[in-house]
C-alpha cells in the first residue's frame, strides 16, 4: 500500500514547489511593478496632457476655418455677405458681433453714425415752405393744434419727395396727439417707422427716432395689435444696418424695454422676440463704441502685414479694449474688411467641453494661466506650454483632475497585487489541503480495503470450515443416525446459504462500483418477497435463538427486482441478527401510507450511536463496538443502492442499548 503513494506524495511536493515558485515570481514581479508605476503613470499622464494641448490648438483651428468657411471675395454683393456675417453669428455663441468695415476703419455694419454731422438743407418748394411755417405758428404760437394740423396736411399734399413727406408726417403726428387723434398720430408714426425709416433731419437725425418714442407713448388696448409689428420690424431694421445706430440708440432701446413690459407678457412670443432683437442691437452698440476707435487705429499702422493669417485670409488680431479676453478675425480682401470679433474664453470653454478627452485614460483639467508654471515633481503633474502659435502669448495648463491620481493609483494596485498575493497563498495552502484530503482519504480507503480483504477472509473461512468439518465427518462415516446426518446437511446447507451471501454483497458491490448493476422489475407481492427472506434466514433464528414478529399486509404490491430485494431484507436481517443482545427479538412490517409504502426492520439490540448514523452505508464502514461482532462492511451499502435503484429510500433511527429501527420507503405505483 506504500508503494502506490509514493506517487501521490511525489505530486505533493512538485505541486508544493511549482505553486511555491510560481506564487514567488508572481509576487517579486508584483512588487517591481508597483515601484515602476509612479514613473510609467506620469510618463503616460505627460504624453497624454501633450497630444491633449495639440488637440485644443488643432480645434481652435478647426473652428476658426468653420467661421470663415464660404466667406471669399467671391462674394461681390453688400447685402448676400452680411446676411453670411449675421448667420455664422447666430450659429455661434462666443462670436460676439460681426462687422464690415471701411478701409479707415468706420463702420459700415453694424451701421452706427457716432456724431451727427449737419447734412445739407434740403430744398423745399415754396408752397411747403410756407405752408408749414403757418402749421409751425399755429402750433407753437397760437397753441392751435387742430389749425397746424390742417396746415401740416397742405404740407404733405405739396410734397414732392420722401425728405419733405416724412417731414410732414412728424409734425402732423405730433399735432394728431395734441388734439389727443390717437388713431391718426398712431399712422403717421407708423408710416414714418414703415416707409421713411433711412430719411433724416436736416441735423442729420433719423425721423424713427421722433417715432418711435411717440409711438411707444400712445400705445393703447386699441392700437397696441397694431404697434407691436411696427416696433419689431424697427429693431429688425436696427439690427440689419438700414436704420442708422447712434448714441441715442441705447436710450431707445430701453424706452422699447419698458414699453414691452407693461403691454405683454415676459413669456409670449413677441414678448421674447422683440427682447432678443433689442439685445442683438444694444450689442451692436457696445461693440462700436467700445472696439470702434481700436478697429480704426488699427487700419491707420498696417494692419495687413503685422498679422499672420489664420484661415480662409482671416488673420487672428488680439483686442486690447477687451482686456486680451477677445481676439478679431479681419480679412481684408473684400472691397471693404470684414470680420468677427470673438469671445477667447467662450472659444477655449467650447473646445475644453467637447470630446476632445475621449478616448484618453485619464481626466484632466484644462486653464489658460497669465503665467507660465513648469512641470511639478510629486502626484500632482502640471503642462504649460503655448496654446497656438496664432495666440503667442497665450498659455495652456493642463493637469490631473484628480490631485491624488498617481498616489491613490499605486495605492488601488497595492491592494490588488496584495490581494492577488493572498489569494494565491491561500490557493496554495487549500491545494495543499486538498492532496492531503485525498491522501489520507486513499490511505484510508487502502486501510479499509485491507480490512475488508481480512474480514472477507475471516467472513468466508467461518462458514467454509464448517462445512469441511461437518462434510469430512460425515465422508468417514463417524455419524451413524439418520437424524445426526440430516442436521449435519442442514449445517452444511446454512453455511453454503450463509457464504451465498456474502459472495451476493461482493459481487453486488463490484457491479455498482463498475456502474452496471442490473434490474429486472416485475409486478410482486412484497409479502411474499419478504417471508422468502425470513424463511432463508429461519435457521439463524433458531440457532441463535430469535422470536420474529411480522406485520404483513399480503395486498401489498410493487414493480420490484424480488432477487434484489431479498438480497437488501436478509442484509437487515443479518445485521440485525449480529447486533442484537440478550434482547433476541426482531420486528418485520409491512404497510401502506397515503404517498409510499413502507417496510421496517427493527431489533433491540446495541443501537447506533447519533454520531454515526450517518456513516453506516458507507462502503467499508462498520462500528466496533463487540470484538465479536465481524462484517465485510459492505451489507448496507448494498441495501441503500438496492433500494435507491427502486427509487426508494432507506432510513435509520436508533438508540445506544434500546436497538435501531431501519425504515424502507418505495412510491406507490413502484416507479
Not at 408726417?169 to 403717421?188: F, H, M, P, V
Not at 498616489?407 to 494596485?413: A, E, G, H, N, V
Not at 418505495?666 to 416507479?671: A, E, V
Amino acid at each position: 500500500m506504500n508503494h502506490k503513494l509514493k506517487p501521490s506524495s511525489r505530486l505533493t511536493i512538485i505541486f508544493i514547489l511549482a505553486v511555491v515558485l510560481s506564487g514567488s515570481i508572481l509576487t517579486y514581479f508584483s512588487i517591481n511593478n508597483i515601484s515602476n508605476l509612479k514613473e510609467l503613470t506620469e510618463k503616460r499622464i505627460l504624453e497624454e496632457q501633450r497630444e491633449l494641448s495639440a488637440r485644443f490648438s488643432t480645434e481652435i483651428q478647426n473652428n476658426i476655418e468653420k467661421i470663415t468657411h464660404v466667406l471669399n471675395v467671391e462674394i461681390s454683393l453688400f447685402d448676400v455677405l452680411k446676411d453670411l456675417l449675421i448667420k455664422r453669428t447666430s450659429e455661434y455663441d462666443f462670436i460676439i458681433q460681426s462687422f464690415i468695415l471701411k478701409n479707415n476703419g468706420q463702420f459700415i455694419y453694424p451701421y452706427f453714425i457716432g456724431i451727427i454731422e449737419n447734412t445739407p438743407e434740403t430744398e423745399f418748394s415754396s408752397r411747403f415752405r410756407s405752408a408749414y411755417k403757418a402749421g409751425e405758428e399755429a402750433e407753437f404760437t397760437k397753441k392751435d393744434p387742430g389749425k397746424a394740423k390742417s396746415y401740416y396736411l397742405s404740407c404733405l399734399g405739396h410734397s414732392t419727395g420722401s425728405r419733405d413727406s416724412v417731414k410732414a408726417l412728424n409734425a402732423l403726428g405730433r399735432a394728431s396727439i395734441k388734439l389727443n387723434e390717437i388713431e391718426d398720430a398712431t399712422s403717421c408714426y407708423i408710416s414714418i417707422i414703415s416707409y421713411y425709416f433711412h430719411v433724416t433731419d436736416e441735423n442729420g437725425f433719423p425721423y424713427v427716432y421722433y417715432a418711435l418714442p411717440q409711438l411707444l407713448k400712445i400705445t393703447n388696448k386699441e392700437n397696441r395689435e397694431e404697434i407691436f409689428p411696427t416696433v419689431e420690424s424697427c429693431l429688425e431694421k436696427m439690427e440689419a444696418g438700414s436704420i442708422a445706430l447712434n448714441f441715442n440708440s441705447e436710450e431707445l432701446l430701453i424706452l422699447v424695454t419698458n414699453w414691452l413690459k407693461v403691454n405683454t407678457s415676459d413669456t409670449s412670443e413677441k414678448s421674447v422676440n422683440i427682447n432678443k432683437l433689442a439685445e442683438s442691437v444694444n450689442r451692436q452698440i457696445q461693440f462700436t463704441i467700445k472696439y470702434g476707435n481700436e478697429l480704426s487705429g488699427l487700419f491707420k499702422k498696417g494692419y495687413s502685414e503685422s498679422h499672420a493669417v489664420a484661415a480662409n485670409d482671416f488673420k487672428v488680431v488680439n483686442s486690447v479694449s477687451g482686456n486680451n479676453q477677445e481676439f478679431f478675425l479681419i480679412n481684408t480682401n473684400f472691397e471693404n474688411p470684414v470680420g468677427f470679433l470673438i469671445d477667447r474664453k467662450k472659444l477655449f470653454d467650447t473646445i475644453a467641453k467637447s470630446d476632445i478627452q475621449s478616448d484618453l485614460e485619464f481626466d484632466y483639467k484644462i486653464d489658460f494661466p497669465a503665467t507660465f508654471n513648469s512641470n511639478t515633481t510629486g502626484d500632482n503633474l502640471v503642462y504649460t506650454a503655448q496654446l497656438n502659435p496664432l495666440f503667442p502669448e497665450q498659455l495652456i495648463e493642463i493637469k490631473p483632475v484628480d490631485e491624488n491620481l498617481i498616489k491613490d493609483l499605486i495605492t488601488r494596485r497595492g491592494w490588488i497585487y496584495g490581494i492577488a498575493s493572498m489569494l494565491l497563498l491561500v490557493a496554495m495552502c487549500l491545494g495543499v489541503v486538498l492532496i492531503l484530503r485525498d491522501i489520507a482519504r486513499e490511505k484510508h480507503l487502502a486501510r479499509l480495503r485491507s480490512d475488508f480483504i481480512s474480514n472477507v477472509t475471516h467472513e468466508l473461512k467461518t462458514p467454509l470450515t464448517s462445512i469441511r468439518m461437518y462434510a469430512e465427518s460425515l465422508i468417514m462415516g463417524r455419524v451413524m443416525s439418520d437424524q445426526v446426518q440430516k442436521e449435519y446437511l442442514s449445517v452444511v446447507v446454512n453455511e453454503t446459504d450463509r457464504l451465498k451471501r456474502m459472495i451476493n454483497n461482493i459481487l453486488e458491490f463490484s457491479k455498482m462500483e463498475k456502474g452496471i448493476p442490473e434490474y429486472h422489475l416485475v409486478n410482486s407481492n412484497l409479502a411474499s418477497i419478504l417471508n422468502e427472506a425470513i424463511h432463508e434466514m429461519n435457521y439463524w433464528f433458531a440457532k441463535e435463538g430469535f422470536d420474529v414478529v411480522t406485520e404483513l399486509d399480503d395486498k401489498i404490491f410493487a414493480n420490484v427486482d424480488p432477487e434484489k430485494m431479498n438480497q437488501a431484507i436478509g442484509n437487515l436481517l443479518s445485521n440485525a441478527i449480529k447486533y442484537s443482545t440478550d434482547t433476541k427479538k426482531i420486528f418485520v412490517r409491512l404497510f401502506n401510507k397515503p404517498e409510499h409504502i413502507c417496510i421496517e426492520v427493527e431489533d433491540l439490540g446495541v443501537g447506533i450511536p447519533e454520531d454515526k448514523l450517518y456513516r453506516i452505508f458507507e462502503q467499508f464502514y462498520r462500528i466496533e463496538q463487540k470484538e465479536s461482532i465481524s462484517g465485510t462492511g459492505l451489507g448496507l451499502t448494498v441495501v441503500k443502492e438496492i433500494i435507491e435503484a427502486h427509487n426508494g429510500t432507506i432510513t435509520v433511527t436508533s438508540e445506544i442499548g434500546k436497538g435501531s429501527r431501519f425504515t424502507i420507503r418505495m412510491p406507490l405505483d413502484g416507479n
